[in-house]
């Protein structure tokens, strides 16, 4: 879902920092990034300052379930910030250190436990050599996460606790070295061509020595021979020949060795379980090898003989001198990292408190050595870290301390001072804040339910609640703001809260259900805010709510079930006020909950595997099950689950919950999770109702918040998810909702009148036809109802249903909505006194199902606005439309691949280097008292000001893409419902004028009038400033601000969501993409080109063929030239995968992801940079073009246009192939190469089959009138409909970009369907199901577009034309009506006359010849009248002759056709006169069209009228 939906998460942290309990540490190549795994599954990234070390908390990435065990880096390029984590639910991503995004996900059963990334001699890059609970040892693809092969033992095979992989000096290949956990070291030697496909891969050598369960095994750089082994209780260096034990040496007491490695040939380092480290010297006289013989001083030949001891000695010690307890054993690591051509080396720590250690090893010389070693006795050097820091340190460092999400019931009461002063105040006051520890959030309303650890739970509005924290404005003054309602009555904390109504329908809106550390479970009314009753019947805390499937019986349907620590579930029925069933002897904690309803079984599955089986009704245990039995029952409930009506228990990412409604995650993880006794976090119920038709909610709702914590223990913060394309749905239902159908169709918006006008014309034209048409008019006009029935397919989200309402009721609701907007706005709480008596006696929750959509965008577009960048416009956002300026950095979040989720931390943002001095004098919010009273505030509202204006954008690419999509296409939307804006007042003004239609205007009325449409105009330019700063003018402004690093919208992002589902995100994506390809300039273009063209699948005209595939090993078998996802994913757009180097896909899927990326990228740059091939007429409009494709891009142009042709081939491919699992029809792909081949018609022209293309385009349109409202409608449409829309669009810029092949190909066409047609019979077709049959309206529609547009390259071309009109309309609208009425649109052509008494249609040509159409026969005969083209012609009203006009010849002539004896025989047209006339002046025939026209006065003269305004006379 998020690869397809853009959704834009923003995190209030709070002031409690993240439990972080450090399980693995890792320090990237550059030294710039740090990464922490802890325990409960989170990684955080730390900001490291490459000179001094200093260390900031950058983000947090969220998305394991389980402990990290391992972290890895993903390639040896310096630049290439890529790391590799893996946790104990083996799960398994590749993460991009920059973007903080997620690469790559995967599962796998095998769990790792350590990943040494090494580079094979014949690799590009780095493998993955993994081992840990499983015999084998499996290497793996860093980038795709892909299994490359595996290397398994024959010899006693068994775990492998350490390896170590090394190339021997002097040869090429690699060489891994492992030890079993029963003591058996393996060598396998490896030649670097091993694939998965070979046979198994055993191990060269083996040999028992006697270390069991090593913790590692290292092989010393400088002197291969030397290896060392390490085990919890001692070290042992072996000599790497025969496996020989060279020294050995003990753990100090009470310490566990972890692991170890080699500083050099007779030095090493070790660490132990108590945090500390080791320094030692070997024995010189143990080691063996050539390198240590000459290089150690100590040696016999070297200088004279020295005291040599045969034990290694301890020469420095590694400290830490506060001696903390630990809770478990500190995360280690040693690492070399270069910088400036010197290397550094460091021992990282990482502890369960989140503190993070390094020290810097010293450099130690000999001589030095020798001086500690004659000590007596010996004293190792003693060093102290170089650096410690934590996660709560940077949090407390935070002053003030970062927003939670209601703070405002912190604040003491006092005088009316700024609200924020007071939070600060309360911040430095020492009064502990009431840690939040559950919510829920209710879309309906817009309310946010927070249970606290004191037993109340506040209900607020969300979106208020949130203003206040992050933004200025007048709420900031009031003192009661916004209105909250308390509920008290758990004793202690609150641990879990549910909304049973918003799970299912079926319970009452008014319950909300919570779950206390007291033992009891309490339903409280929702709206009335009293305690409805309490339930007692648990023996423990309750840990989690949820509710039965809806397929139960009725009684149990009515209960929620509860979880409790005693290891108990009960179902507690709400209408009967009762616990219907307790289920309570459970020896161990419940992991999962499987309901059996059509058998009345509820099935609890424990940590120890044990599964028991209740009976709801009667609560009976029916019976309990182990091992296998327990599997299989737990795997049928699995099976037979269409409902998905599972409830697991567990502790999982917040954004799993926000997408999956935490349906389907998998057992084991689950149980990983409980058996560390971890509580599950709310359960969302968002996504859950899948189950029940009723339920299915058209759409997500526009804002979800989402409580998370990170450890059960934690207080709560927050994460917004602000759904874009909700949003823009629920505002355009909003608006539409509103208007009557009348006024939709005077908006433009559902135009059917006019598409049902050409459709009629291809209809048969009996008069009850007619009338029928007039009627349906008529109904359309007037009543809702058919309406609802022609857009029903189109309305997806029942703007329909709202709009029965007459125009009358949406007047009321709009004053009373109007009213309630102002009331919002405080006006009504101005005075504190009547603010908090409301507050105490009645909950204020205003009405239920208000719409909250322009709150929720007022919201959003005041956060990613990026103010400070044009003062001028963002005065015009604070006072024209409406946007509020933020007091805080803000803490965006950033969702990737399968949900993993990656959020920035607040105490980034105070890192950013303030000058003390710079801190600007006009801070406007802060009155000069607060400035010099906190200093703190003013530095905090200075950070903001650098955040919003340059930092925002500096932190990401993705991010930048998704912000910037979000706010070109929200003000597109906001400009298109007539200017809505967030100023209350504008906007009741609005919704008022939308209802009214005057009819008798007064004065003032006018004036009024006047001002409105002032304000409009000025709030519409006020949006398009702001589309336009986002989408042109960004990076110049924010460089300028003094971004150093600018990260750009990543192009790729933008070519996939070139025809994203929701047209306002869509326009979004192509403007932006445009704006950044052209702010390229040509040698970015050509540097994109090149990049991409490799990817470019290649079409034959028979079959699909692609070189890369085929090269590539192991592929050769797949024919993936069809370049497209699989059926599943067909309707999600192509996931964001995008990287600034450019590698070689690492899978097959990637590879086809790349595909699709590379057609629409090189289709737009080639259709707006390429350069027209066929320049043929060289007029005003192709000298423009020249000016702007001057920038043509190598390969599009005219020497080369290699280019042009495979993308034009393959976009022709994407539109005609036929529809297969591979390539699903409508899918946006395909609506790109729709899209992309109208756009750069001109460039594809000559590689393309231009009637197929044409015929292709008509097949998908010709159901337009029943699928596509217009062209301007803003909700999404159905698949199909999209396509139609597209290629409608598409035909219509062919239509005017080459119109003569457009209109000579249809000619061609139809005279190729007309011959058919009289074969139809003898050759057994079907015409019907004809393209050019079915898509008649729209072949007309074009036509009148073309004649509208381009009259004078159709004069050109006016027999083909008058062929396609005839095809298209039905021969009875000619009976009785003349061509006037019927196609008024070419009678404006004075060579076309068409004579109804005889039902003749005659056509002058270019060439000089007269067509006569003869309807009545259907046949049509060519006279060669004029030596150049006819000017003019016209039938006499009789019909008996045909005058026709030369301008060039200066000629007249007047035609008569005869028949032969009754009608019988041939009929011939003989000219029976000619005149000439007089030439006309050459400066009249620039304009053809308006040169001269025939008029019969009556049946015997015509008379010539010329453009100057002569007329001549002539008789027959």
């Known amino acids: 879902?998020?690869?397809?939906?853009?959704?834009?998460?923003?995190?209030?942290?709070?002031?409690?920092?993240?439990?972080?309990?450090?399980?693995?540490?890792?320090?990237?190549?550059?030294?710039?990034?740090?990464?922490?795994?802890?325990?409960?599954?989170?990684?955080?990234?730390?900001?490291?300052?490459?000179?001094?070390?200093?260390?900031?908390?950058?983000?947090?990435?969220?998305?394991?379930?389980?402990?990290?065990?391992?972290?890895?880096?993903?390639?040896?390029?310096?630049?290439?910030?890529?790391?590799?984590?893996?946790?104990?639910?083996?799960?398994?991503?590749?993460?991009?250190?920059?973007?903080?995004?997620?690469?790559?996900?995967?599962?796998?059963?095998?769990?790792?436990?350590?990943?040494?990334?090494?580079?094979?001699?014949?690799?590009?890059?780095?493998?993955?050599?993994?081992?840990?609970?499983?015999?084998?040892?499996?290497?793996?693809?860093?980038?795709?996460?892909?299994?490359?092969?595996?290397?398994?033992?024959?010899?006693?095979?068994?775990?492998?606790?350490?390896?170590?992989?090394?190339?021997?000096?002097?040869?090429?290949?690699?060489?891994?070295?492992?030890?079993?956990?029963?003591?058996?070291?393996?060598?396998?030697?490896?030649?670097?061509?091993?694939?998965?496909?070979?046979?198994?891969?055993?191990?060269?050598?083996?040999?028992?020595?006697?270390?069991?369960n090593a913790v590692c095994i290292q092989c010393c750089p400088n002197n291969q021979r030397t290896v060392l082994v390490v085990v919890s209780k001692y070290w042992q260096v072996y000599d790497a020949g025969d496996f020989s034990i060279l020294c050995s040496y003990l753990a100090p007491r009470g310490e566990r060795w972890m692991s170890g490695d080699f500083l050099a040939a007779d030095r090493i380092i070790m660490w132990s379980d108590a945090g500390k480290g080791y320094l030692y010297k070997l024995p010189a006289n143990k080691l063996r090898g050539k390198n240590v013989t000459n290089s150690i001083p100590d040696n016999k030949n070297f200088h004279t003989p020295s005291i040599e001891s045969d034990s290694p000695f301890l020469y420095c010690l590694l400290s830490q001198p506060d001696n903390k307890l630990l809770s478990c054993p500190p995360a280690m690591r040693f690492v070399t990292t270069r910088r400036q051509n010197k290397e550094h080396r460091y021992l990282l720590r990482g502890d369960s408190e989140g503190y993070v250690l390094v020290w810097n090893i010293p450099e130690i010389s000999p001589a030095q050595l020798h001086e500690i070693q004659n000590q007596k006795p010996p004293q190792p050097v003693q060093m102290t870290a170089t650096l410690t820091t934590s996660l709560s340190e940077a949090w407390a460092s935070m002053v003030p301390s970062p927003v939670g999400i209601l703070d405002q019931l912190e604040k003491r009461e006092g005088g009316c001072l700024y609200t924020f002063v007071k939070q600060y105040e309360f911040a430095i006051s020492l009064i502990p804040a009431i840690k939040l520890t559950a919510s829920i959030y209710l879309p309906l309303q817009s309310r946010l339910v927070v249970g606290r650890e004191d037993g109340t739970i506040i209900i607020v509005s969300a979106t208020q609640t949130v203003m206040l924290q992050l933004l200025h404005g007048h709420h900031q003054e009031f003192n009661n703001w916004p209105p909250h309602q308390v509920l008290s009555g758990h004793g202690g904390r609150v641990n879990c809260l549910l909304y049973p109504h918003r799970e299912h329908s079926r319970y009452d809106k008014n319950h909300l259900v919570s779950g206390g550390v007291d033992f009891a479970v309490c339903l409280w009314d929702l709206y009335a805010g009293t305690l409805l009753h309490r339930f007692c019947v648990h023996a423990g805390e309750i840990t989690q709510l949820l509710v039965p499937p809806n397929n139960c019986s009725t009684r149990i349907q009515k209960c929620v079930c509860s979880v409790a620590s005693d290891h108990s579930v009960t179902l507690l029925s709400l209408t009967e006020r009762k616990c219907v069933c307790l289920a309570s002897r459970h020896l161990f904690p419940v992991t999962t909950i499987k309901w059996r309803p059509l058998d009345d079984f509820m099935i609890i599955g424990c940590s120890d595997g044990t599964v028991y089986v209740w009976?709801?009704?009667?609560?009976?245990?029916?019976?309990?099950?182990?091992?296998?039995?327990?599997?299989?029952?737990?795997?049928?409930?699995?099976?037979?689950?269409?409902?998905?009506?599972?409830?697991?228990?567990?502790?999982?990412?917040?954004?799993?919950?926000?997408?999956?409604?935490?349906?389907?995650?998998?057992?084991?993880?689950?149980?990983?999770?409980?058996?560390?006794?971890?509580?599950?976090?709310?359960?969302?119920?968002?996504?859950?109702?899948?189950?029940?038709?009723?339920?299915?909610?058209?759409?997500?709702?526009?804002?979800?918040?989402?409580?998370?914590?990170?450890?059960p223990k934690d207080a709560e913060s927050h994460i917004l998810f602000f759904d874009i394309e909700a949003l823009i749905i629920e505002l355009l239902n909003e608006e539409y909702a509103m208007m009557s159908p009348g006024s939709l169709e005077a908006a433009g918006l559902i135009a059917q009148s006019e598409y049902l006008k050409v459709a009629a014309l291809t209809q048969s034209a009996s008069p009850d036809a007619h009338k029928k048409i007039v009627d349906f008019f008529g109904k359309v006009k007037d009543k809702a109802e058919n309406m609802e029935r022609i857009i029903k397919e189109k309305d997806k989200h029942g703007i329909l249903a709202k709009m029965k309402e007459g125009a009358e009721t949406v007047h009321t609701k709009i004053q009373a909505k109007a009213e309630s907007v102002l009331k919002q706005g405080g006006d009504a709480q101005k005075d504190g006194v009547d603010g908090n008596?409301?507050?105490?006696?009645?909950?204020?929750?205003?009405?239920?199902?208000?719409s909250h959509g322009m709150e929720i965008a007022q919201l959003l577009l005041s956060l990613l606005h990026s103010w400070g960048l044009d003062n001028d416009l963002d005065r015009v956002c604070q006072v024209k439309l409406g946007l509020l300026r933020p007091m805080v950095p803000i803490s965006f979040g950033l969702l990737s691949k399968a949900n993993q989720m990656s959020l920035f931390l607040p105490t980034w943002n105070s890192a950013i280097l303030v000058d003390d001095d710079s801190i600007p004098d006009d801070l406007p919010s802060l009155e000069d008292k607060i400035c010099n009273m906190y200093p703190e505030l003013a530095k905090r509202e200075h950070l903001t000001r650098i955040f919003t204006s340059h930092t925002h954008w500096e932190l990401s690419t993705t991010l930048t893409s998704n912000h910037l999509l979000a706010i070109i296409a929200l003000s597109h939307t906001l400009m298109s419902m007539s200017n809505a804006t967030f100023v209350p007042e504008q906007e009741r003004n609005r919704k008022l004028h939308r209802q009214?239609?005057?009819?008798?205007?007064?004065?003032?009325?006018?004036?009024?009038?006047?001002?409105?449409?002032?304000?409009?105009?000025?709030?519409?330019?006020?949006?398009?400033?702001?589309?336009?700063?986002?989408?042109?003018?960004?990076?110049?402004?924010?460089?300028?601000?003094?971004?150093?690093?600018?990260?750009?919208?990543?192009?790729?992002?933008?070519?996939?969501?070139?025809?994203?589902?929701?047209?306002?995100?869509?326009?979004?994506?192509?403007?932006?993409?445009?704006?950044?390809?052209?702010?390229?300039?040509?040698?970015?273009?050509?540097?994109?080109?090149?990049?991409?063209?490799?990817?470019?699948?290649?079409?034959?005209?028979?079959?699909?063929?692609?070189?890369?595939?085929?090269?590539?090993?192991?592929?050769?078998?797949?024919?993936?030239?069809?370049?497209?996802?699989?059926?599943?994913?067909?309707?999600?757009?192509?996931?964001?995968?995008?990287?600034?180097?450019?590698?070689?896909?690492?899978?097959?899927?990637?590879?086809?992801?790349?595909?699709?990326?590379?057609?629409?990228?090189?289709?737009?740059?080639?259709?707006?940079?390429?350069?027209?091939?066929?320049?043929?007429?060289?007029?005003?409009?192709?000298?423009?073009?020249?000016?702007?494709?001057?920038?043509?891009?190598?390969?599009?142009?005219?020497?080369?246009?290699?280019?042009?042709?495979?993308?034009a081939m393959a976009l022709s491919h994407l539109l005609l192939a036929p529809p297969s699992p591979k390539l699903p029809a409508h899918i946006p792909l395909r609506r790109a190469a729709i899209d992309l081949i109208g756009r750069g018609f001109t460039v594809w022209a000559p590689f393309l089959d231009i009637?197929?293309?044409?015929?292709?385009?008509?097949?998908?349109?010709?159901?337009?009138?029943?699928?596509?409202?217009?062209?301007?409608?803003?909700?999404?449409?159905?698949?199909?409909?999209?396509?139609?829309?597209?290629?409608?669009?598409?035909?219509?810029?062919?239509?005017?970009?080459?119109?003569?092949?457009?209109?000579?190909?249809?000619?061609?066409?139809?005279?190729?369907?007309?011959?058919?047609?009289?074969?139809?019979?003898?050759?057994?077709?079907?015409?019907?199901?004809?393209?050019?049959?079915?898509?008649?309206?729209?072949?007309?529609?074009?036509?009148?577009?073309?004649?509208?547009?381009?009259?004078?390259?159709?004069?050109?071309?006016?027999?083909?034309?008058?062929?396609?009109?005839?095809?298209?309309?039905?021969?009875?609208?000619?009976?009785?009506?003349?061509?006037?009425?019927?196609?008024?649109?070419?009678?404006?052509?004075?060579?076309?006359?068409?004579?109804?008494?005889?039902?003749?249609?005659?056509?002058?040509?270019?060439?000089?010849?007269?067509?006569?159409?003869?309807?009545?026969?259907?046949?049509?005969?060519?006279?060669?009248?004029?030596?150049?083209?006819?000017?003019?012609?016209?039938?006499?009203?009789?019909?008996?002759?045909?005058?026709?006009?030369?301008?060039?010849?200066?000629?007249?002539?007047?035609?008569?056709?005869?028949?032969?004896?009754?009608?019988?025989?041939?009929?011939?047209?003989?000219?029976?006169?000619?005149?000439?006339?007089?030439?006309?002046?050459?400066?009249?025939?620039?304009?053809?069209?308006?040169?001269?026209?025939?008029?019969w006065i009556n049946n015997r003269t015509v008379t010539l009228m010329l453009a100057d305004g002569s007329e001549t006379r002539f008789n027959v």
């Not at 917040?654 to 709310?682: C, E, K």
């Not at 038709?693 to 450890?711: A, C, D, E, F, Y």
């Not at 008596?837 to 208000?850: A, C, E, M, V, Y």
Request: overall charge neutral; hydrophobic content about 35%.
């Open 1 to 212: 879902m998020p690869g397809n939906s853009l959704v834009v998460p923003v995190v209030l942290w709070g002031k409690h920092p993240p439990t972080h309990c450090i399980s693995c540490i890792y320090l990237s190549k550059d030294q710039k990034t740090l990464a922490t795994g802890c325990y409960d599954g989170q990684i955080c990234l730390w900001q490291v300052h490459p000179d001094t070390l200093q260390m900031t908390p950058r983000c947090l990435l969220v998305g394991h379930t389980a402990p990290i065990l391992c972290i890895s880096k993903a390639s040896i390029l310096q630049d290439n910030n890529y790391i590799v984590s893996s946790s104990e639910a083996g799960e398994m991503c590749t993460w991009d250190l920059v973007d903080g995004r997620c690469r790559e996900h995967v599962k796998l059963p095998q769990v790792h436990t350590n990943m040494q990334a090494y580079h094979m001699s014949n690799c590009e890059d780095v493998r993955l050599f993994c081992n840990g609970y499983y015999p084998e040892i499996i290497v793996m693809d860093p980038f795709s996460l892909e299994i490359l092969f595996m290397l398994s033992s024959k010899q006693n095979p068994d775990w492998i606790s350490a390896l170590h992989v090394l190339r021997p000096c002097n040869r090429k290949d690699d060489v891994v070295l492992a030890l079993t956990t029963t003591g058996m070291v393996k060598v396998w030697t490896l030649l670097g061509h091993e694939t998965k496909h070979s046979e198994p891969i055993y191990e060269n050598e083996s040999k028992q020595i006697k270390p069991l």
């Open 615 to 711: 009976q709801m009704e009667t609560g009976h245990l029916d019976r309990v099950l182990q091992g296998i039995a327990a599997e299989e029952v737990l795997y049928a409930c699995e099976e037979n689950e269409a409902t998905n009506a599972s409830s697991e228990v567990g502790l999982a990412n917040p954004a799993v919950h926000f997408f999956r409604g935490l349906r389907h995650r998998n057992l084991s993880a689950i149980r990983h999770a409980t058996q560390r006794g971890l509580h599950q976090l709310q359960q969302l119920g968002a996504h859950a109702n899948n189950d029940d038709p009723h339920m299915q909610r058209t759409h997500n709702s526009p804002l979800v918040i989402q409580g998370v914590k990170t450890n």
């Open 837 to 850: 008596s409301r507050s105490n006696s009645k909950p204020i929750l205003g009405p239920l199902d208000t």
């Open 996 to 1207: 009214s239609t005057r009819v008798n205007w007064s004065k003032t009325d006018e004036e009024h009038e006047e001002m409105y449409t002032q304000q409009q105009a000025q709030i519409k330019q006020g949006w398009s400033l702001l589309a336009t700063l986002h989408c042109v003018l960004l990076p110049d402004k924010v460089v300028e601000a003094g971004a150093k690093n600018f990260k750009r919208p990543q192009v790729e992002m933008m070519a996939k969501r070139w025809q994203h589902h929701c047209v306002e995100v869509r326009e979004a994506a192509q403007t932006l993409l445009l704006a950044e390809l052209s702010r390229m300039g040509p040698k970015g273009r050509k540097a994109l080109v090149d990049a991409w063209a490799q990817y470019l699948p290649l079409y034959t005209q028979t079959e699909t063929i692609n070189q890369q595939a085929v090269s590539s090993p192991g592929m050769n078998h797949v024919n993936s030239g069809q370049l497209q996802q699989s059926p599943e994913t067909a309707e999600e757009e192509f996931e964001e995968e995008e990287e600034e180097q450019v590698r070689k896909p690492s899978s097959l899927s990637e590879l086809k992801r790349k595909q699709s990326t590379a057609v629409i990228l090189l289709g737009v740059i080639g259709a707006e940079f390429g350069q027209d091939i066929t320049g043929v007429d060289n007029n005003k409009r192709r000298a423009s073009e020249d000016r702007r494709k001057s920038s043509v891009v190598e390969g599009f142009g005219q020497g080369n246009n290699n280019l042009a042709r495979l993308t």
């Open 1251 to 1495: 009637s197929k293309v044409l015929l292709g385009l008509l097949e998908l349109c010709s159901d337009a009138d029943r699928l596509v409202p217009s062209m301007t409608y803003g909700l999404p449409l159905t698949p199909q409909a999209d396509s139609c829309r597209t290629a409608r669009h598409a035909l219509t810029l062919i239509a005017t970009a080459r119109p003569a092949a457009f209109i000579t190909t249809m000619a061609k066409e139809v005279a190729r369907y007309n011959a058919m047609q009289q074969n139809a019979q003898t050759l057994n077709i079907n015409m019907s199901n004809n393209v050019l049959h079915k898509a008649k309206p729209e072949i007309l529609r074009g036509v009148e577009l073309l004649i509208d547009k381009m009259q004078n390259e159709m004069s050109d071309l006016l027999v083909e034309l008058m062929d396609i009109i005839l095809h298209c309309l039905d021969p009875s609208q000619l009976k009785n009506k003349g061509l006037q009425d019927v196609f008024p649109a070419v009678c404006r052509f004075n060579q076309v006359s068409h004579c109804p008494a005889t039902r003749r249609i005659a056509v002058g040509s270019n060439a000089g010849t007269l067509t006569m159409y003869e309807l009545r026969q259907g046949k049509c005969t060519t006279i060669n009248a004029h030596g150049s083209p006819v000017t003019a012609a016209a039938f006499s009203p009789d019909g008996k002759f045909l005058v026709s006009y030369a301008c060039g010849e200066n000629k007249l002539c007047f035609w008569q056709t005869s028949t032969g004896m009754f009608g019988l025989g041939q009929s011939q047209t003989r000219c029976i006169k000619s005149y000439s006339t007089a030439p006309i002046a050459d400066v009249a025939r620039l304009n053809p069209m308006r040169l001269a026209r025939l008029i």
